[in-house]
């Protein structure tokens, strides 16, 4: 379980319809190679000794014996392998015919798990030959020399780890309207797995891939799902060998069907992520069912070929979808959340005017784009957003035309005010020497600009728009009191990797040719505050990435420390694994620092922070996701940082 992650498979061997003795080679060559893998969970389809599709033979003893032979030699076989896998099979118990699933792990059988839901409608007919779980009336049943427990109220537990903890289903299991996975996953089990044998028809594929991926995310849980392939009985229907590995609502990894040979699939989920998401929903503190289960112990598997490799994808960019298409669907839908929540704002004060400081950067940009979508909202014309540029020492060329082209061309009011006389007089009024390029020197001038802004609100009756992003809140890149504050801040909860794909949708999808050629040069455009005197030559000389470190890594760790709770080591090997090509580990692992040092010593900009509208999983509010104390100590992510 190195890093939180279990390694976990399905798969479909190849298959001769009542052959057992076939099909336990096969089952035996599929666990070996998963072994060898590092695989620590597999699941095979339902049924999978004998094929699914065996029909009135399922009455036959000599089936039932060569099945139970089959399951002994599976057992035998596989003793010298800490891997838990579980392979479907009939047993007859007292009279009555059962669809099982054994559980083995290190040449003994953990538990066996008969199916609760039986199909008898359409092309399936189960109940003609099967009995439903809840008719057992036995709690352990012999295989062999030893004593199993039986039944589908077994909950499978790791010894010492109470943290990992496993579940078992059948197939129509998991179509029921409410599974047992469901109730597994309310008494702990965070890893559920699906022994299946469902039969292709257009379009099943479809609805099977949804149902999985779902039941995964209402079960907060990893979802392992096997089914026969082409090797069962073509008389009345095809199987097409469906294999899926879902996690708390995503696919992981997900076959090609149609085969006849062994196929299997693998995938790490991550035991971490469900835990911490488990932690904070309070659906799963009433443990509901937990005590109709029989907790089952076994050992965690030893898997000491990983190295550290992952069976996942580690996505550098995960506020950013990496599908065009979806890409595109998400900034037009932040961008509708961000002017519906402004027009609200707009008709709950019933003002009709907005004041808001536009730099010719990404952020502030973003901003005027969303405020004059608002006043065409709400009817209102562009002239009502008076835009204010408000050049300064560290102001360029390039920003301040980019900034008066923008506001001109959106049809804003434009308003210039030069800040540099009232800074120099306040440095005066101060005693600070104007040749001392320090904080202070930097926050006069954010300082002046809000001033400014909030004193023209005040003159014509507006609101105040906020810039502000949540890369930077995160970073505590803001000055307090200064661009920190506004009246709403429309950008507060946008990361800053993902503002400018919203522009861009912006300027490819509602903006002219002119205001289109304005933003892609604005995204052009490094990012700084731009309160440092440029270069001779007029350039940019205050970049934020230089000072701070790259925001799609800064990103990357506000990411995963608030959706997940990632802790400093986890962090910095995802952030490894993710930037291998472009950045080193000892560049991380400084990055890192910084970004525990800001994060934890910037908190109280973030107490105070103004109204804004919420629009991805990962927020920073106080009034909402993030409550934290802003005397917070960071020594012990610090601690555990020194020790890599």
Same mark, same amino acid.
């Given at each position: +379980?190195?890093?939180?992650?279990?390694?976990?498979?399905?798969?479909?061997?190849?298959?001769?319809? !009542?052959? &057992?003795?076939?099909?336990?080679?096969?089952?035996?060559? &599929?666990?070996?190679?998963?072994?060898?893998?590092?695989?620590?969970? @597999?699941?095979?389809?339902? =049924?999978?000794?004998t094929g699914?599709? &065996?029909?009135? =033979?399922?009455?036959?003893?000599?089936?039932?014996?060569?099945?139970?032979?089959? @399951?002994?030699?599976?057992?035998?076989?596989?003793?010298? #392998?800490?891997?838990?896998? +579980?392979?479907?099979?009939? =047993?007859?118990?007292?009279?009555r015919l059962y669809n099982c699933a054994a559980v083995i792990q290190s040449g003994k059988i953990l538990g066996i798990v008969p199916k609760t839901n039986l199909p008898s409608y359409n092309e399936f007919y189960e109940t003609r030959w099967f009995t439903e779980a809840q008719h057992l009336e036995v709690k352990e049943l012999r295989v062999g020399?030893?004593?199993?427990?039986?039944?589908?109220?077994?909950?499978?537990? !790791?010894?010492?780890?109470?943290? #990992?903890?496993?579940?078992?289903?059948?197939?129509?299991?998991?179509?029921?309207?409410?599974?047992?996975?469901?109730?597994?996953?309310?008494?702990?089990?965070? @890893? #559920?797995?699906? =022994?299946?044998a469902s039969?292709?028809?257009?379009?099943?594929?479809? $609805?099977?891939?949804?149902?999985?991926?779902?039941?995964?995310?209402? &079960?907060?849980?990893?979802?392992?799902?096997?089914?026969?392939?082409?090797?069962?009985?073509?008389?009345?229907?095809?199987?097409?060998? %469906?294999?899926?590995?879902?996690?708390?609502?995503? +696919?992981?990894?997900?076959?090609?069907?149609? $085969?006849?040979?062994?196929?299997?699939i693998c995938a790490d989920v991550d035991l971490d992520r469900l835990n911490y998401n488990r932690l904070i929903m309070g659906t799963f503190r009433?443990?509901?069912? !937990?005590?109709?289960?029989?907790?089952?112990?076994f050992t965690a598997p030893k898997n000491d070929t990983f190295e550290g490799e992952l069976m996942r994808y580690i996505d550098k960019h995960?506020?950013?979808?990496?599908?065009?298409?979806?890409?595109?669907?998400?900034? %037009?839908?932040?961008l509708s959340i961000q002017t519906s929540g402004l027009a609200k704002r707009f008709r709950h004060t019933g003002l009709k005017k907005a004041v808001i400081g536009i730099s010719g950067g990404l952020d502030s940009t973003l901003a005027l784009i969303v405020t004059v979508r608002a006043m065409e909202k709400l009817g209102l014309p562009p002239e009502n957003v008076i835009a204010i540029t408000m050049p300064g020492f560290g102001t360029t060329g390039r920003t301040y035309d980019n900034a008066v082209n923008l506001i001109k061309h959106l049809?804003?009011?434009?308003?210039?005010?030069?800040?540099?006389?009232?800074?120099?007089? %306040?440095?005066e009024d101060i005693g600070h020497d104007r040749e001392i390029h320090d904080v202070t020197y930097e926050n006069v001038q954010a300082r002046e600009r809000t001033q400014i802004l909030m004193d023209v609100a005040n003159k014509i009756g507006a609101l105040v728009i906020g810039t502000g992003d949540l890369s930077e809140l995160a970073l505590g890149w803001c000055t307090y009191n200064g661009d920190h504050m506004s009246m709403y801040g429309v950008?507060?909860?946008?990361?800053?990797?993902?503002?400018?794909?919203?522009?861009?949708?912006?300027?490819? %999808?509602?903006?002219?040719?002119?205001?289109?050629?304005?933003?892609?040069?604005?995204?052009?455009?490094?990012?700084?505050?731009?309160?440092?005197p440029p270069s001779q030559s007029g350039e940019i000389v205050q970049k934020t990435e230089d000072i701070l470190g790259p925001y799609e890594v800064h990103d990357f760790f506000l990411y995963h420390m608030l959706r997940f709770g990632t802790g400093p080591e986890k962090l910095l090997f995802l952030a490894s694994r993710a930037f291998s090509a472009e950045y080193s580990r000892e560049q991380l692992k400084k990055w890192l620092v910084v970004f525990y040092k800001r994060f934890f010593s910037q908190q109280f900009k973030r107490s105070c922070l103004p109204d804004g509208p919420k629009v991805g999983t990962v927020s920073l509010s106080p009034r909402g996701d993030w409550r934290m104390p802003s005397d917070a100590s960071v020594s012990l992510w610090l601690d555990m940082l020194e020790k890599l």
């Open positions: +379980m190195k890093y939180g992650y279990a390694r976990v498979a399905a798969a479909a061997p190849e298959l001769r319809v !009542a052959d &057992c003795t076939f099909n336990q080679t096969k089952i035996i060559e &599929c666990i070996k190679e998963a072994a060898a893998q590092s695989v620590e969970f @597999l699941v095979f389809p339902e =049924l999978c000794i699914y599709s &065996c029909g009135d =033979l399922f009455r036959q003893e000599t089936l039932l014996e060569g099945a139970q032979t089959a @399951l002994e030699a599976i057992v035998e076989a596989t003793g010298d #392998l800490t891997l838990v896998a +579980m392979v479907g099979l009939p =047993l007859s118990i007292k009279g020399s030893d004593l199993v427990p039986v039944g589908n109220d077994l909950i499978f537990v !790791a010894e010492g780890k109470e943290q #990992l903890a496993f579940g078992v289903e059948i197939c129509e299991d998991v179509w029921a309207p409410i599974p047992p996975s469901s109730y597994l996953a309310q008494a702990g089990a965070q @890893l #559920l797995f699906n =022994l299946s039969n292709e028809l257009v379009g099943k594929a479809d $609805y099977r891939r949804s149902l999985i991926v779902n039941q995964a995310g209402r &079960c907060v849980a990893g979802y392992v799902y096997a089914s026969a392939n082409c090797g069962e009985s073509s008389t009345d229907m095809v199987y097409g060998g %469906h294999l899926m590995i879902a996690e708390n609502g995503y +696919m992981l990894k997900e076959s090609d069907r149609f $085969y006849f040979d062994n196929q299997w009433g443990g509901f069912g !937990a005590m109709n289960y029989r907790a089952i112990p995960p506020f950013v979808p990496g599908n065009n298409l979806v890409r595109d669907e998400r900034c %037009h839908e932040i049809g804003a009011s434009l308003k210039v005010v030069d800040i540099k006389a009232a800074c120099l007089q %306040h440095f950008n507060g909860s946008v990361p800053k990797t993902l503002v400018k794909y919203i522009i861009q949708w912006y300027a490819d %999808h509602e903006a002219n040719e002119v205001i289109r050629g304005i933003l892609y040069d604005i995204m052009d455009t490094p990012i700084s505050p731009e309160l440092l």
